[in-house]
């Protein structure tokens, strides 16, 4: 059973950038629904970016669109999360998950994702 793993979260000023990468432990991520999550203290985790990496197809919630890209390298066996002009809202822990099926991979929901990778940090602060 393919286990993602998320890496590179870290702490940036208002208006930078990182990149978050999430590795398929154990498989791969071909053809597949992967999706990009957060979740900030005291608030319910949130679904933002989907890609179905067999077409490249991307999905993104209005609070993130024009400024995340989700992007996937079937070679690195990595789907990415570009995150440009970060502000302090979108402070939060980042996960990634798979979709059991490639149906309505664009409705990004949590109880239609599963194994969940134990996520990584994006700290932005003013």
């Known amino acids: 059973q393919v286990q993602p793993v998320e890496s590179g979260g870290g702490s940036v000023q208002s208006g930078g950038s990182l990149k978050l990468s999430c590795s398929a432990s154990?498989?791969?991520?071909?053809?597949?629904?992967i999706g990009w999550f957060r979740q900030a203290p005291g608030k319910e985790r949130e679904g933002i970016a989907s890609?179905?990496?067999?077409?490249?197809?991307?999905w993104y919630t209005s609070s993130v669109q024009g400024r995340f890209t989700i992007s996937h390298d079937n070679a690195e066996n990595s789907v990415y999360l570009q995150m440009d002009s970060l502000n302090p809202e979108d402070t939060a822990m980042y996960y990634c998950?798979?979709?059991?099926?490639?149906?309505?991979?664009?409705?990004?929901?949590?109880?239609?994702?599963?194994?969940w990778g134990l996520g990584t940090q994006v700290t932005v602060s003013s």
């Open positions: 154990g498989g791969n991520f071909r053809n597949k629904c």
């Open positions: 998950a798979t979709r059991p099926t490639l149906l309505r991979c664009g409705l990004i929901g949590v109880p239609d994702f599963q194994n």
């Open positions: 890609i179905w990496t067999g077409h490249g197809n991307t």
